[in-house]
């Protein structure tokens, strides 16, 4: 079956992990195939109990970069009746959030070449960079704060707007995030019969923007619309 990977991005405690785990089931409730590949980077400072460092973050990119090639693999030889069916590598997240990182924290660039390269071999890749409207949230030894979180969101932005890799933003809180970003998956692949219709005044599709440059643009779009919402609206 054809395959595509949704490479979900973002800054720390922007609710990567919680997204990827809502768009799989989402897509196992539509009947639709579908891999999780968890984030490498968490599994690794569980196990070794400290952040990596610049030497190590090769091998992190190269073990993510693994796993998703798995999924992809899993996912093209597994039989299908349909032959119209589109299998989803849902992961959190890639080599080239590994490069941001390396880049904030360490000042070291020499990743992104291979990052580059990783985000445009293989299969379609459709890529979601999650907004910054979600509460900041501390988790020991995982993450540094706000100012870490919206620095490491700006250098992805830069990079992925420089090597020309598009992408769309994410917003919205619990399943409305999950909403935004399935209809974000679905509008990305022409799988419209993925989407399930809603009255006009009731659709979300404007809570995501596309290769926007200016997050504060971003989110006062997003809270205007909220803003705009009729009272007990859920």
Excluded at 116 to 125: D, I, L, Q, S, T
Excluded at 214 to 222: A, K, S, V
Aim: glycine content about 8%; hydrophobic content about 40%.
């Amino acid at each position: 079956m054809d395959v595509a990977v949704i490479a979900l991005l973002g800054g720390e405690s922007t609710g990567k992990s919680a997204l990827a785990s809502a768009l799989r089931d989402t897509a196992h409730a539509q009947h639709v195939p579908a891999r999780l590949v968890t984030e490498t980077l968490r599994g690794w400072v569980d196990q070794h109990q400290r952040t990596p460092l610049v030497h190590e973050q090769a091998l992190i990119a190269d073990a993510q970069q693994a796993a998703i090639e798995i999924a992809v693999r899993q996912l093209e030889s597994h039989p299908s009746p349909n032959m119209n069916t589109v299998g989803l590598v849902i992961t959190d997240t890639t080599p080239f959030q590994t490069a941001a990182y390396s880049a904030y924290y360490f000042g070291d660039g020499s990743r992104w070449g291979t990052a580059v390269e990783a985000e445009r071999a293989g299969p379609m890749r459709v890529r979601l960079l999650m907004g910054l409207d979600l509460t900041w949230v501390a988790d020991d030894g995982q993450r540094d704060g706000v100012n870490a979180q919206s620095a490491v969101d700006a250098v992805l932005r830069e990079q992925l707007q420089l090597h020309s890799l598009p992408f769309q933003v994410i917003y919205g809180r619990g399943p409305s995030r999950a909403q935004a970003a399935w209809a974000a998956i679905a509008n990305a692949l022409g799988r419209e019969d993925w989407l399930t219709p809603q009255p006009e005044s009731q659709r979300r599709s404007d809570w995501v923007c596309q290769d926007c440059s200016d997050p504060d643009c971003e989110l006062r779009l997003f809270t205007g619309l909220l803003a705009r919402r009729p009272q007990g609206a859920g």
